[in-house]
């Protein structure tokens, strides 16, 4: 079973739309996190999330939404594609609510989303 | 604030040689410290992190990396480098006492193996 799953896998779409990517964690963890990879490999913290609580929410475009119907899903909504959007997109979870920083994070395959 | 520099965006070795992947960090506080590897086309997964216990760190795959104050550093190494290892690595810091989980991370080092 995977542990965090991400869909879709590739997601390639035209600027001006509107898209999603899901994730799910079947670990019982409390925290669920979204991070982006640009094309240099470099990895920035965007959201996290505690039982549906937004805790973490760094400076991105008012685009980017995340939802979390409950605490083993995480979503990603963006509006409006831009071409700069164009990134690698990994979810992941920890699985405390308290002392969370020194927790292992768990990490989920990623959504390689490509803006033509 | 605090941040991550990862000291060569790529570093070579032969099959067999030392890795050494070079990690050092700013931080106004003791950090906590972690070192994740991505495979290609994978998501990241941890090798060893270092929360204020041992400052010698033993991980996965035979990974070890040493927490050491005076330098500021935190340097992944492993004795006999093996074709599997070649992946990206990411240093990464987390805040004490933030209780948010926000990991700040270094910009990468690709390693390569050479048979």
């Known amino acids: 079973d995977t542990a965090v799953s991400q869909t879709p896998k590739y997601l390639v779409t035209q600027m001006g739309n509107d898209k999603s990517i899901k994730c799910e964690q079947n670990?019982?963890?409390?925290?669920m996190y979204w991070y982006k990879q640009d094309s240099k490999k470099f990895l920035k913290i965007m959201f996290s999330?505690?039982?549906?609580?937004?805790?973490i929410n760094e400076t991105v475009p008012n685009r980017f939404s995340p939802k979390s119907p409950d605490k083993a899903h995480l979503n990603l909504h963006i509006n409006s594609l831009e071409l700069g959007d164009s990134a690698v997109y990994f979810c992941?979870?920890?699985?405390?609510?308290?002392?969370?920083?020194?927790?292992?994070?768990?990490f989920g395959p990623g959504t390689r989303l490509t803006v033509l | 604030a605090q941040s991550v520099t990862q000291l060569g965006s790529h570093v070579s070795v032969s099959e067999g040689a030392l890795v050494l992947l070079r990690c050092n960090y700013s931080s106004s506080v003791p950090p906590y410290l972690f070192w994740y590897v991505q495979y290609p086309n994978q998501g990241l997964q941890l090798l060893l992190k270092?929360?204020?216990?041992?400052?010698l760190v033993k991980g996965i795959n035979g990974f070890e990396a040493e927490f050491k104050k005076s330098e500021t550093s935190f340097h992944l190494t492993k004795p006999s480098a093996h074709m599997s290892d070649a992946a990206e690595y990411f240093c990464?810091?987390?805040?004490?006492?933030?209780?948010?989980?926000?990991?700040?991370f270094g910009q990468g080092t690709t390693l390569q193996v050479k048979p």
């Open positions: 670990l019982g963890h409390d925290t």
């Open positions: 990464a810091v987390s805040v004490p006492g933030g209780n948010t989980g926000k990991l700040i």
């Open positions: 999330y505690n039982n549906k609580e937004l805790i």
């Open positions: 270092y929360t204020s216990a041992a400052t």
């Open positions: 992941a979870s920890s699985p405390r609510a308290r002392g969370r920083e020194t927790d292992t994070q768990y």
